[in-house]
């Protein structure tokens, strides 16, 4: 059984199709970057395994449990809150924009989401948040404000902010496109570490280096539909997909 199943997933936004049916299976510990243009639905199908979209039609399952599902001909029905909570808790998701809260430090970032969301007490979460900032190097800035953080450390934060909640998926949505490309390396270091340690991870990217050394497949997306998946290999070494190629050259 997959850990990750999403099947047929439809997507509209005022009337304008943009998810066509994509379907995505994964196995837990498996990495997949998914590329493509710009408007190809990359976002939108990681939001809506994220439950920041709500699908129009299809079916997600993560180990085991439904999130989602079409029920006949009507549109897709969700689980119950409880469910959807429970899911949730097992995903954390890193965005182009930091979103650290400007008037806490980087320490209380860390805590308050394990403190607000699991009832955790500070006492325990404080060594879970030691040892991540150590992670992503930044364990010396724990009593800094994100003001004072370059972009590189504001997402790292946010990585480690993401951690903090024990997530059995990371989900990361073009994590440097908001950064100079110098800072851009921190981030994606952090990132490959992760993916050396078999987090299962969902990274939407423009980094097409980064995607072909770190995901164990490529998916590559454009008009809303998988135009072509397989390993990094298949993919960059020997696009069969026209648009593929297009795309590769254009970015390569």
Known sequence: MSFIKMDKIEKSF???PVLKEVSLNMEKGEVVAIIG???SGKSTFLRCLGQLEIIDRGTIEVNG???AKTVGEGAAEYADKKTLHNLLLQMGMVFQQFNLFPHMTVWDNILIAPQMVKNMKAADIAPIAENLLK???LWEKRNVYPAKLSGGQKQRV???RALAMNPSIMLFDEPTSALDPELTGEVLRTIKQLAEERMTMIIVTHEMAFAREVADRIIFMADGIIQEEGTPEEVFGNPKNERTKAFLESML
């Open 135 to 137: 992670k992503v190097g």
């Open 14 to 16: 005022e009337g304008l």
């Open 158 to 160: 946010a990585i480690a």
């Open 37 to 39: 243009p710009s408007g």
């Open 65 to 67: 449990t439904v999130m």
